[in-house]
C-alpha cells in the first residue's frame, strides 16, 4: 500500500461508563478544559495522515458532541457522528458499515483514550499499511497470574504479555471481513484485534504509550490530570525511565556480547527521471527529475538501512523489502527505516551514530540536511546530534556527475546494550 492510503478513525464514545458511575457518560467529563471526547478527536483532527473521523456517540448526546466540536474547530475531518450499539463492537460495526468505498485503511480508537500521540498514531498507520494490522501495546509491569475462585492457579510468563490498547489499524477489506464474521458466527471481542485474529490474520504490535490510559475508573481520572500537568516530563527530566527507554521485545546477548561495538556500511544508486518525485531522506525536494525505483526510491535512507542491517549481520534491503513484492510499491523508504530500526532494537542494539553522503551534481543538498536529519532521526528514535549527513558532486565526472543518477553511502556504529 502506498503512502498516500487514505486513513479513517472510528471512534467509539457511546459506553455508558457503568465502572466510572457518576452522572454523564465518562467520554463527556471534563480533563482540563475539555471533554475526555473532544480531547481524543483533536489528537487525530490535528493529523495530516487522517483524512476522516467517524464518531459514534450515545443518543442523547449526539447534538452535544457536535456542538462542543463545532465550537472546538474539530469539525473539519469529522464525517459523520452516529448512534452506537448495545456493547462496544456493535458501536463500531455501524460505522464500519458506512466506510466510503475510497477508504484503504481504518483505525479504531477508543473514545476514552484521549492522551494518544501523533507518534503511536503514525507507528501505527505505518504497521497497517505493512502488515495488514497493527495494535499499539505496552509490556506488562505487574505478574500476571490466574486465579480460580480466590487460588492461583498458574503464573504467566511476563516476558510475552502486553497491555493492548488503541489506536488498532486494519487494512479496510481485513477489518470488515473480520466484523463481518464475527457478526454471521455471533462472537464478541474485548478489542479490534481479536476478531482480525480469529479469521487467521496476523495482528502485529507497535510501540503504544504508557500515558495512553483508557480512562475506565475513578483513579484514571487522577492519573489523566497528571499527565496533563506535565507530572511525567519533569519525571523524565529529572532521569526517570518511561517505555521509550525500555526495549519491546528484549532478545538475550550471548554472553561476552554485551558492550560490543560493530559498524556497517551501505552504498545506493538510483537513476534520474523525469515524472517522478525527488525523495532524500524522507524530504521532498523540489527538482525537475526525481529517482527510479520500485520503493519512493530514497536513495540515502537504502545506503543507512543497508548500513545499519550490515552492522548487525541482518542481510541487506533487498532481502526483507524484495522489489518483487507489490507490498513495497512506492512505499515510503522512512517506512522501511522504522521496521530496520526495531530490527536493530529487538537485536538488542542501539545506533551510535550514522554519517552518509549524497554523491549529486544537482540539486543542492544542505538546505535540506536539517530536515533529513530530523525525519531520520525521528524514523529511528534516535537524536539527531548522532546523524551527519553531507552532500558531494563529482565535479561533473562519472553519471553522478552528468546527472544520470544520484549516489549515496553510509557508515554507521551500533552498539549492543544487553
Ligand atoms: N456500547 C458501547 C460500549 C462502549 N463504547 C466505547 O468503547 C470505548 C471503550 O469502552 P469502555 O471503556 O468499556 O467504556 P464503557 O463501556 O462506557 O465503560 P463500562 O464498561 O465501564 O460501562 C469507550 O470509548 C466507550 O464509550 C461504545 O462505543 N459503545
Ligand atoms: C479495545 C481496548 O481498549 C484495548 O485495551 C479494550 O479491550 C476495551 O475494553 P472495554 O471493556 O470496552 O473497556
Same mark, same amino acid.
Given at each position: 500500500m502506498t503512502k498516500e492510503a487514505k486513513t479513517a478513525v472510528i471512534i467509539p464514545a457511546a459506553g455508558s461508563g457503568k465502572r466510572m458511575g457518576g452522572g454523564i457518560p465518562k467520554q463527556y467529563g471534563n480533563l482540563g478544559g475539555m471533554s475526555i471526547l473532544a480531547r481524543t478527536v483533536k489528537a487525530f483532527a490535528d493529523l495530516n495522515e487522517i483524512h476522516q473521523i467517524s464518531i459514534v456517540t450515545n443518543e442523547d448526546y449526539l447534538e452535544r458532541c457536535r456542538l462542543e466540536l463545532k465550537n472546538l474547530g474539530l469539525m473539519s475531518k469529522v464525517r459523520e457522528i452516529l448512534t452506537g450499539g448495545q456493547e462496544r463492537q456493535d458501536s463500531i460495526y455501524r460505522a464500519i458499515q458506512r466506510l *466510503?468505498?475510497?477508504?484503504?485503511l481504518v483505525l479504531v480508537h477508543d473514545g476514552?483514550? *484521549?492522551?494518544?500521540t501523533g507518534e503511536v498514531i503514525r507507528r501505527t498507520i505505518e504497521a497497517a499499511k505493512l502488515h495488514g494490522a497493527a495494535v499499539a501495546a505496552v509490556p506488562v509491569k505487574d505478574t500476571i497470574k490466574m486465579a480460580e475462585e480466590n487460588l492461583l492457579t498458574k503464573t504467566l510468563d511476563?516476558?510475552?504479555l502486553y497491555s493492548v490498547q488503541t489506536p488498532q489499524g486494519f487494512r479496510k477489506d481485513l477489518l470488515v471481513h473480520a466484523y463481518d464474521e464475527a457478526y454471521r458466527k455471533n462472537y464478541y471481542g474485548t478489542d479490534d484485534a481479536v476478531l482480525v485474529e480469529k479469521v487467521g490474520e496476523k495482528v502485529h504490535i507497535v510501540k503504544g504509550d504508557?500515558?495512553?490510559?483508557?480512562?475506565?475508573?475513578?483513579e484514571d481520572i487522577v492519573f489523566g490530570e497528571a499527565i496533563l500537568g506535565g507530572w511525567i516530563e519533569n519525571s523524565r527530566s529529572i532521569g526517570f525511565s518511561s517505555l521509550d527507554d525500555i526495549k519491546m521485545e528484549p532478545e538475550e546477548a550471548a554472553p561476552g556480547e554485551e558492550g560490543e561495538t560493530r559498524i556497517g556500511t551501505g552504498y545506493d544508486v538510483h537513476k534520474l527521471v523525469r515524472g517522478r518525485k525527488l525523495i532524500l531522506g524522507g524530504v521532498e525536494i523540489p527538482f525537475e527529475r526525481g529517482l527510479l525505483g520500485h520503493s519512493d526510491a530514497d536513495v540515502l535512507t537504502h545506503a543507512v538501512m543497508d548500513a545499519l542491517l550490515g552492522a548487525a549481520a541482518l542481510g541487506d534491503i533487498g532481502k526483507h523489502f524484495p522489489d518483487t513484492d507489490e507490498k513495497y510499491r512506492g512505499i515510503s523508504s522512512i517506512t522501511l527505516l522504522e521496521v530496520v530500526g526495531s530490527m536493530l532494537t529487538s537485536k538488542g542494539y542501539c545506533i551510535v551514530n550514522i554519517d552518509a553522503t549524497v554523491v549529486a551534481q544537482k540539486p543542492k543538498i544542505a538546505p535540506h540536511i536539517s530536515d533529513m536529519i530530523s525525519i531520520m532521526a525521528r524514523a529511528l528514535k534516535m537524536e539527531e546530534k548522532r546523524i551527519n549527513i553531507k552532500g558531494t558532486t563529482?565535479?561533473?565526472?562519472?553519471f553522478c556527475g552528468r546527472g544520470e543518477g544520484i549516489a549515496a553511502q553510509a557508515s554507521v556504529l551500533i552498539k549492543r546494550r544487553i
Open positions: *466510503p468505498e475510497d477508504v484503504d476514552v483514550r *484521549p492522551f494518544v511476563r516476558r510475552s504508557y500515558n495512553n490510559i483508557k480512562i475506565t475508573t475513578m563529482t565535479e561533473k565526472l562519472g
